[in-house]
């Protein structure tokens, strides 16, 4: 249960992630360069400058799924000076230096500057672009889930299949289909990853694809083990002696009775499929930036580490880590949930 709350709370987090996340522009992808790799809780002051153009207003539907264009322009300072008809601003560049620059009071509309000062809380830090690590932590979820389920999907779609056809048809049909299975498995896992990925190019949907052809192979054993075992039951053989299709007898008697270690393995895949997602992407042919992705993160801060900001890659991977036991942890209670022997 304690796996299934925080799966959920990840899907929650996913669907709303543009709300929740501080940096709700496209992909998080807000950069303020001068202050790149800031510790967790960092606050820095901005001068809100107005843009060319007003943002819009309210939550539309892609800006709920995508995010809103950022039309204004964001100045770190560490300090201002209203005089005259003019607002001085100490402009951050780094630690040690300010840079004294001046604007116009009528710049902002009439309205007061000091409206548009504004502080920000960095509560996980910057990375070395100075995008909000937390922002790009949560959109990232929606990458891991969603390559889960996709390739979770394939899998089984692929696995269910040829498993079922190789366990109630044998003979030729079995020798085949499992000569393929034992094929598929002799190569090593990622190294069949990278090929499927350089074969279909790097991008989003193509690693979800890659991932989900490589999963296939452990649902199809199981599958077509199940149904060996069920094929010679008496309700099987009384829907033969009916004169049922043999589809019928397999998608309407044989596969439902069989569910429950397909969904077993299905959340050992899903677990699988976020670790093989982020490797890929930590290797540069995952995910491709600006996106986020948790192994992309990593990949980006993975030098801080032995630096004096080791959080900037370790948070994702504690994203990872949690996730995974998640799934791990729930497919281990279905096990135990669905064993008839207890």
């Given at each position: 249960?304690?796996?299934l709350?925080?799966?959920?709370l990840?899907?929650?987090?996913?669907?709303?992630?543009y709300?929740?996340?501080p940096?709700?522009t496209p992909?998080a992808?807000?950069?303020?360069?001068?202050i790149?790799?800031?510790?967790?809780?960092?606050?820095?002051?901005?001068l809100?400058m107005?843009?060319t153009?007003?943002?819009?207003?309210?939550?539309?539907?892609?800006?709920f799924?995508?995010g809103r264009?950022n039309?204004?322009r964001?100045i770190?300072?560490t300090?201002y000076k209203?005089?005259?008809?003019s607002i001085?601003?100490?402009?951050?560049?780094?630690?040690?230096?300010?840079?004294?620059?001046?604007?116009?009071?009528?710049?902002?509309?009439?309205?007061?500057?000091?409206?548009n000062?504004?502080?920000?809380?960095y509560?996980l830090?910057?990375?070395?672009f100075?995008?909000?690590?937390?922002s790009?932590?949560?959109?990232?979820?929606?990458v891991?889930?969603?390559?889960?389920a996709?390739?979770?999907?394939?899998?089984l779609l692929?696995?269910?299949?040829?498993?079922?056809?190789?366990?109630y048809?044998?003979g030729k049909?079995?020798?085949a289909?499992?000569?393929?299975?034992?094929v598929?498995?002799s190569?090593?896992?990622?190294l069949?990853?990278?090929?499927?990925t350089?074969a279909?190019?790097?991008?989003?949907?193509q690693?979800?694809?890659?991932?989900?052809?490589?999963?296939?192979v452990?649902?199809?054993r199981?599958?077509?083990g199940?149904?060996?075992?069920?094929?010679?039951?008496?309700?099987?053989q009384?829907a033969?002696?009916?004169?049922?299709s043999?589809?019928?007898?397999?998608?309407?008697?044989?596969?439902?009775n069989i569910?429950?270690?397909?969904?077993?393995?299905?959340?050992g895949?899903?677990?699988?499929?976020?670790?093989?997602?982020?490797?890929?992407s930590f290797?540069?042919?995952?995910?491709?930036?600006?996106q986020?992705?948790?192994?992309l993160?990593i990949?980006?801060n993975?030098?801080?580490?032995i630096?004096?900001n080791?959080m900037l890659a370790?948070?994702?991977g504690?994203?990872?880590m949690?996730?995974v036991?998640a799934?791990?942890?729930l497919?281990?209670?279905?096990r135990?949930a669905?064993?008839?022997?207890?």
């Amino acid at each position: 249960m304690l796996g299934l709350l925080v799966i959920v709370l990840a899907i929650v987090v996913a669907i709303f992630a543009y709300q929740l996340a501080p940096d709700n522009t496209p992909n998080a992808d807000f950069q303020t360069v001068e202050i790149q790799a800031k510790k967790p809780g960092y606050t820095q002051q901005f001068l809100k400058m107005p843009g060319t153009q007003s943002p819009d207003e309210g939550i539309s539907i892609k800006a709920f799924f995508f995010g809103r264009v950022n039309q204004h322009r964001y100045i770190p300072i560490t300090g201002y000076k209203l005089q005259g008809d003019s607002i001085f601003i100490n402009k951050y560049v780094d630690e040690d230096t300010a840079l004294r620059q001046a604007y116009p009071i009528g710049q902002f509309g009439g309205n007061n500057p000091v409206q548009n000062i504004i502080t920000r809380k960095y509560w996980l830090g910057t990375d070395k672009f100075g995008r909000d690590i937390l922002s790009r932590l949560i959109i990232g979820t929606r990458v891991s889930l969603a390559v889960g389920a996709i390739a979770v999907s394939i899998s089984l779609l692929l696995g269910i299949l040829l498993g079922a056809l190789a366990g109630y048809y044998r003979g030729k049909t079995d020798a085949a289909i499992m000569w393929l299975v034992n094929v598929t498995w002799s190569i090593p896992t990622l190294l069949l990853v990278f090929a499927i990925t350089m074969a279909m190019g790097k991008g989003f949907w193509q690693i979800f694809v890659a991932v989900g052809l490589t999963l296939w192979v452990s649902v199809a054993r199981l599958i077509r083990g199940q149904v060996i075992a069920i094929k010679e039951m008496e309700y099987v053989q009384a829907a033969r002696a009916l004169g049922l299709s043999d589809v019928r007898i397999i998608f309407r008697h044989i596969l439902p009775n069989i569910m429950g270690p397909v969904m077993v393995v299905a959340a050992g895949n899903f677990a699988t499929a976020i670790i093989i997602e982020a490797g890929l992407s930590f290797l540069g042919i995952g995910v491709q930036p600006p996106q986020p992705s948790w192994g992309l993160m990593i990949k980006e801060n993975y030098n801080f580490i032995i630096t004096n900001n080791p959080m900037l890659a370790l948070v994702p991977g504690f994203a990872i880590m949690l996730l995974v036991l998640a799934f791990n942890v729930l497919g281990n209670g279905l096990r135990d949930a669905m064993d008839v022997k207890n």
